[in-house]
């Protein structure tokens, strides 16, 4: 019988059983360059839980030979680092330090860090779910390449669930799976996680059994990890349906797990501008005056001020028209690429530019479309007021 737990299983050895990043690892792609090279460098993944960090970093590891020590910022220490250093395995001559929750490493250990790193003593990969530019020292982020990892899509959560079907040799109806694949959001940690918990317990993979696998406390595996996210996520719905007491609720959890409050503030800036938005601009400045507060002030005193700023966001109407129009700008520069300007938007810099038209027609306060042509009639911004 094989007790080794489903996710470890799965995990694929290759980027020939890797699943997900195809702007990364996919043919030509610049890591899957590097790796296939062997030309192994510092780097630092940035992207949300369950899309193949960890699983990138081993893999990485195994094709450049080089030994591989997995640490996560959370608990680990300067002491650590040194042990890695001392180590001596003479038939592999490189080191690689994989960091996971690089942005819990804290100014003075980024700094012990930093000359190992410079040196080439080590060669570090870093894993976060933290935009590094504001959590990693630049001396240290300079010396690494940053690489941002996507959430997964429908068809490869799908790829993931078969996968899993196939190793338990179980059953899922297609509700089932769809029903996993919208809960999972990306996720793959946590799709793989609930069926494995779902099949050890009950044996069947039904909508139900895989319901009750939430709602059993035996089921609240790494702390650290899953409930952090489930919290935060948590913690936005429920500001974002303008309910005051359950954004409280879960900011007085967080507060009292001891999560970084600058994590908790930064998440409050960006829910300013994507969900109250145009309804009250005035969120973004006190979100912004919130997560100053907190870097001058720090726990416990800072949890006051994160009480009136979440206060203020849940009770504040909303409206995610800027939002919305963003995405839905995005994904047609996505899907046509760069269309060509119309002319008359044009800089005309030199003679031969304003006589092929660059500038012609120009009106300052145009009630044309002013979009390239392709799609001069889409409209993006939808001013539609949500409370």
Known sequence: ?????????????????????????????????????????????????????????????????????????????????????????????KKILFLDEIHRFNKMQQDFLLPYVESGALTLIGATTENPSFEVIAPLLSRCRV???????DKECEEIIKR???ILKAKMSKEAKEWLVNLANGDAR???????????LYGKLTIENLKNTLQNSYLRFDKKGEEHYNTISAFIKSMRASNVDA????????????????????????????????????????????????????????????????????????????????????KDVETYGNLPIPLSLRNATTKLMDEIGYGKGYEMYSKESLLPDKIKDKKYFKDLKKK
């Open 190 to 200: 946590q799709a793989i996680t609930m069926i494995d918990n779902a099949h050890t």
């Open 147 to 153: 690489f941002v990892l996507n959430e997964l899509d």
């Open 1 to 93: 019988m094989n007790n080794e737990p489903l996710a470890a299983e799965i995990r694929p050895k290759d980027l020939k059983g890797f699943v997900g990043q195809r702007h990364l690892v996919g043919e030509g792609k610049p890591l899957r360059i590097a790796i296939e090279n062997h030309q192994i460098f510092s780097m630092i993944f940035w992207g949300p839980p369950g899309v193949g960090k960890t699983t990138l970093a081993r893999i990485i590891a195994k094709e450049a030979q080089a030994e591989l020590f997995e640490l996560s910022a959370v608990s680990a220490g300067k002491d650590d680092i040194r042990k890695i250093i001392s180590s001596n395995n003479p038939t592999l001559i």
């Open 164 to 166: 899993c079907l196939k």
């Open 247 to 330: 954004a409280l609720y879960y900011l007085a959890r967080m507060v009292k797990a001891g999560e970084d409050p600058k994590f908790i503030a930064r998440r409050m800036v960006i829910f300013a501008s994507e969900d109250v938005g145009i309804a009250n601009s005035n969120a973004l400045l006190l979100a912004n005056q919130v997560f100053d507060t907190v870097t001058k002030v720090g726990y416990p005193e800072c949890s006051i001020a994160l009480a009136h700023g979440v206060v203020y966001l849940a009770k504040s109407e909303k409206n995610r028209s800027a939002y919305d129009g963003l995405q839905a700008a995005l």
